[in-house]
């Protein structure tokens, strides 16, 4: 099945190596779309999506809600889990049983056998947001993957190496795509450029990523 968008083959089912101890699940989220949908819109009217700041000041252009027993977070003070929610000072609303599911399959299908998140961030991109070249390492414990799934708008994904200066390369994540980032992976630069605008048929003019993390 071609994909119009780009003309790079976007085949349902498909396991494509994006390094080593990663994998990208093509559509490997979509029979999930309507639990996965319906537990954010609740997620949302507890937890609303909030530009964070980030050390130097800035807002960041992706807007950012958690789920789950810790929560990452940035403010002036600096990046960290946190089990509350800033806005409300309540606790984060619940990992939602579809969200633990999915995260599970995709870790297992990836060889990765008892993934069990404490954390999950999600990513809000409305056209022209984007995510510089980073390194996640907040968690406690970096044995566990992280698992990504992409909702929504097409975006380019960017896929270096363990030093900033190290070559990067470009992936299409597209609805429904599930990448699991393990091993010598999980400590690797990546970064989202600008999104492109478009109008998802489900979505609208986003992208919505969920990362599960273990960071406890
Ligand atoms: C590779 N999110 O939330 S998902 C992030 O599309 C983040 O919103 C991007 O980077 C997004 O921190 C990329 C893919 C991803 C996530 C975490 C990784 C790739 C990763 C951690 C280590 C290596
Ligand atoms: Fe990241």
Redesign the pocket.
């Known amino acids: 099945m071609m994909d119009l968008l780009d003309g790079i083959p976007h085949t349902p089912g498909t396991h494509e190596p994006l390094g080593t101890g990663?994998v990208l699940l093509r559509g490997f989220a979509l029979p999930f779309e309507p639990r996965l949908l319906a537990a954010l819109q609740a997620i949302v009217a507890e937890a609303p999506f909030r530009h964070m700041v980030t050390p130097s000041g800035h807002a960041m252009s992706?807007a950012m809600t958690n789920c789950g027993a810790a929560g990452?977070v940035t403010d002036r003070t600096g990046y960290r889990y946190d089990t509350r929610d800033p806005l409300s000072g309540r606790t984060w609303p619940a990992l939602p049983e579809a969200f633990l599911a999915l995260a599970r399959a995709a870790a297992a299908e990836a060889g990765y056998e008892d993934f069990t998140p404490d954390a999950c961030?999600i990513?809000r991109?409305e056209p022209g947001a984007r995510?510089s070249l980073?390194?996640?390492r907040d968690e406690r414990n970096l044995a566990h993957p992280?698992v990504?799934v992409?909702l929504g708008l097409p975006?380019t994904?960017q896929?270096g190496g363990l030093k900033r200066a190290d070559p990067v390369r470009r992936h299409a994540?597209r609805h429904g795509d599930v990448?699991v980032?393990g091993g010598p992976?999980?400590?690797?630069f990546?970064?989202?450029p600008s999104l492109k605008d478009g109008t998802h048929e489900s979505l609208g003019r986003m992208?919505i990523?969920l990362?599960f993390r273990g960071a406890l």
Not at 185 to 188: A, E, K, M, N, T
């Open positions: 990663a992706v990452w961030l990513n991109y995510l980073h390194q996640d992280i990504s992409s975006a994904f896929f994540l990448a980032w992976s999980r400590l690797c990546h970064g989202v992208r990523n990362t």
